[in-house]
């Protein structure tokens, strides 16, 4: 039995709507972004990708030539055309850790206006419990006679930088609804994709998302904290963190020690975590830990930099290397490059930069530090090169031609990115994380 083709309306076309409305119409749906933000509906338009993710510039190029998938502004139009509805618009945090659900209301109010007949929508922004009750309340209420809405939950699992990779091979599908001929048609519309599907209650699925960010943040703090234990005992975290991966029970993945993470999701979801438990009267105390531990291993990593240099950066000329919150995106946000390079700086250091990819917006976000796409022009005349994301272009460098481009042979690496006997052979002065 083939694969039936649905008619698909994405609301928000970012790093997940963009990926998800490409990836199903690829596999055959018919799909309409829609996204408020003139400037990167024109640039789709145009053809021309406004986030930089590997494999997506080819996937929406041959969909929008097949007529599967095409781009507006107006909300209306991919409502009009769709029986589905994926809502995939931001949720960042407010200031005090709570969710800012103003674009998610704004989505669904479009969705209630526009809809002449009854829709299914599939929630994918990552929501706190309790949202997709409220999502159909406020459907309901501002319904035409006759249109009703079904909300399922639908949380988004793929990784910025290999994000077109992971939908094709997602580990899970996780639906949960109130209607089972609800769920049921959403498992349908994602059945190409092949993966495994867990079909559940709407918050039991709504906190299946915050509970496993918060479980890969907690891993990578808790190998951060390892990590800085064995800066004590002389023991190389790289080799207990291979030991505990061997057991099954706990793997090798997310046991790489550094500067902790960063960007759109881990860390404004173990806050919102946080808030959800905080609400229901609990106090969730590793989650607590997790997020100071992240905060301060950036500031750890400074004060190994300034530790270094007898506690005085003034007037020094540090080579930050990788800007971007990982490598293979473009994507800035609560990146640790910039918490680091704003301590360097208010230390009096003078920071050079280096991105493969993120130049061209890390620029808007800081002013006067120069960015380069050539790692060794960053490095040129700089007197320590810090490795802050593990781009292979960082990972590759010419050793031999960094020497010669530092003023001093220092390497601070945030990412334990290089071996550190190699390191020293080299004539490096090197210092890692977690390493004796
Ligand atoms: P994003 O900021 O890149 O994209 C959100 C888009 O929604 C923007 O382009 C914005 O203009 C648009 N938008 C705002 N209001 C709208 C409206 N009323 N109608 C239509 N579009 C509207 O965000 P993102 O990174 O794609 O994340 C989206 C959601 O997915 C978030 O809840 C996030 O937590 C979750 N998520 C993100 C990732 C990730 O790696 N980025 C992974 C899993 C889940």
């Given at each position: ?317 540090l080579a930050v290397m990788g800007l971007s919150f990982?490598?293979?995106?473009d994507?800035l946000r609560d990146a640790p490059s910039l918490d680091i390079i704003s301590m360097l700086l208010q230390?009096?250091a003078k920071v050079r930069a280096y991105d493969?990819?993120s130049a061209p917006k890390a620029a808007a976000l800081l002013p006067g530090v120069p960015i380069f796409d050539?790692?060794?022009?960053a ?7 810090l490795?802050v994301t ?47």
């Open positions: 039995m083939g694969n039936e083709s649905m008619r698909i309306g994405v609301l928000g076309a970012g790093y997940v709507g963009l990926v998800s409305g490409a990836c199903l119409a690829e596999v055959g749906h018919r799909v309409v972004c829609a996204d408020p933000d003139e400037r990167k509906i024109a640039s789709l338009l145009r053809g021309e990708m406004p986030i930089y993710e590997a494999g997506l510039e080819e996937l929406v190029r041959s969909n929008v030539e097949r007529g599967r998938l095409s781009f507006t502004t107006e909300a209306k139009d991919a409502v009009e055309a769709s029986e589905l509805l994926f809502v995939a618009v931001g949720t960042p945090a407010l200031d005090n850790g709570d969710v800012d659900m103003s674009q998610v209301r704004s989505a669904l109010v479009g969705i209630a206006e526009a809809a002449r007949e009854s829709k299914i929508v599939v929630m994918k922004s990552t929501v706190p419990v309790g949202t997709g009750t409220m999502a159909e309340t406020l459907l309901r209420s501002r319904a035409r006679p006759g249109v009703s809405f079904e909300v399922v939950s639908n949380p988004e699992f793929l990784r910025e930088g290999t994000a077109v990779h992971d939908t094709f091979h997602m580990d899970r599908i996780v639906v949960g609804a109130t209607s089972d001929a609800a769920a049921e048609r959403v498992l349908a519309a994602l059945a190409p994709f092949g993966a495994p599907a867990l079909k559940t209650n709407r918050e039991s699925a709504e906190l299946i998302k915050y509970a496993s960010n918060s479980f890969l943040a907690t891993k990578i703090s808790f190998i951060n904290e390892m990590a800085n234990v064995c800066e004590k005992v002389g023991a190389d975290i790289g080799m207990v963190a291979k030991g505990m991966g061997m057991d099954k029970r706990i793997g090798p993945s997310f046991l790489n020690a550094g500067i902790g993470y960063g960007g759109f999701c881990l860390p404004k979801d173990t806050r919102a975590q946080l808030f959800i438990a905080e609400n229901v009267d609990y106090d969730f105390k590793i989650m607590r830990a997790v997020i100071e531990v992240n905060q301060l291993q950036r500031q750890r990593f400074v004060r190994k930099v300034r530790a270094a240099f007898d506690g005085d950066l003034a007037g020094k000329t990982k490598p293979n995106t994507d230390y009096g493969p990819v050539d790692p060794y022009e490095l040129q005349g700089s007197d320590a090169m490795v593990e781009w292979d272009q960082v990972r590759t460098i010419d050793l031999d031609r960094a020497k010669l481009a530092l003023r001093l042979p220092i390497v601070f690496d945030g990412r334990n990115v290089f071996d550190a006997d190699t390191m020293r052979e080299r004539g490096f002065r090197y210092i890692a994380v977690g390493k004796p």
